[in-house]
């Protein structure tokens, strides 16, 4: 389930995903947008476009506002180190580095 949460913030919802299967599918996303070629018009040039993202896992009865702060996080560090870069929080009080 792909939801928009601000102008330039969405979220993905993968029930029942494990959290490695998780991270593998959300850098599979990242390397599409960035390998994709954007156009403005047939015959422009091509445009670089990237994604950073920020992926939580979510524990059983966590509260939605907690899965979006750790999501939060790890976004916060993709953008805050370079961006185009995935970063994982792990459910504990610490992000991981980025993957990819």
């Known amino acids: 389930l792909v939801c928009r949460l601000e102008d330039d913030r969405f979220a993905v919802l993968m029930p029942a995903v494990s959290p490695l299967a998780g991270a593998r599918i959300a850098e599979t ?17 091509a445009i670089l476009v990237t994604a950073s993202f920020g992926y939580a896992t979510c524990l059983p009865h966590d509260p939605p506002t907690l899965i979006l702060d750790r999501a939060g996080e790890a976004l916060e560090k993709s953008q805050g180190t370079g961006r185009n870069q995935l970063h994982v ?11 990819g």
């Open 89 to 99: 929080h792990d459910a504990s009080s610490r992000v991981l580095s980025k993957i």
């Open 29 to 45: 996303i990242r390397t599409a947008v960035r390998e994709h070629t954007y156009r403005l018009d047939d015959v422009g040039s």
